[in-house]
């Protein structure tokens, strides 16, 4: 399972109720709103700890709220891969929820990982999290619900092009 659940944990994420402001306040909201999504975009380097250790992941947040999985890649074995949203909550906090698959060599999904995260900013250009993640098997079944926790650090302002 550590093979597995060490690069699905990555997808350190899951987690954020959008919110959004009435039209009256919408300016004031617009502009704390567009403040963090520009600190947050970007991608960002770390380890997510899981039960049996921590994992290396690289993630990219996007200004449109999307968040994907860029490391680790997909070997000849198989691999993971992952994305999600994510959302500011305050000036310097955002949350963000992230799907990942876990396949093998043939591409089939051998079992897949849900991930919410409560982020908050260290600065310009780091971050840790706090947050829950549930372990599934193909069919659905949950395997192991856990604690994770997160301490990333930016690596690259733009975030990447697109989702693998």
């Not at 380097?45 to 290396?56: I, L, M, N, R, S």
């Not at 999904?109 to 982020?119: D, I």
């Amino acid at each position: 399972m550590k093979r597995i659940l060490g690069p699905l944990a990555i997808a350190v994420a899951l987690g954020a109720a959008l919110t959004t402001a009435p039209a009256a306040a919408a300016a004031p909201e617009a502009v704390a709103a567009h403040q963090i999504r520009a600190k947050a975009a970007g991608v960002w380097t770390g380890t997510v700890a899981v039960p049996d250790g921590t994992v290396q992941v690289t993630m990219s947040f996007h200004p449109n709220g999307t968040v994907c999985l860029v490391e680790p890649p997909p070997g000849p074995d198989g691999g993971a891969e992952g994305s999600g949203t994510w959302t500011r909550t305050g000036p310097t906090t955002f949350s963000f929820r992230v799907t990942e698959r876990f396949f093998d060599g043939s591409g089939a999904t051998v079992a897949s990982l849900r991930a919410t995260h409560r982020a908050t900013l260290q600065g310009a250009n780091a971050f840790t999290t706090v947050g829950k993640a549930s372990y599934y098997d193909p069919a659905g079944n949950v395997l192991a619900t856990f604690a994770t926790n997160s301490s990333m650090k930016r690596t690259q302002q733009a975030p990447k092009p697109s989702c693998p």
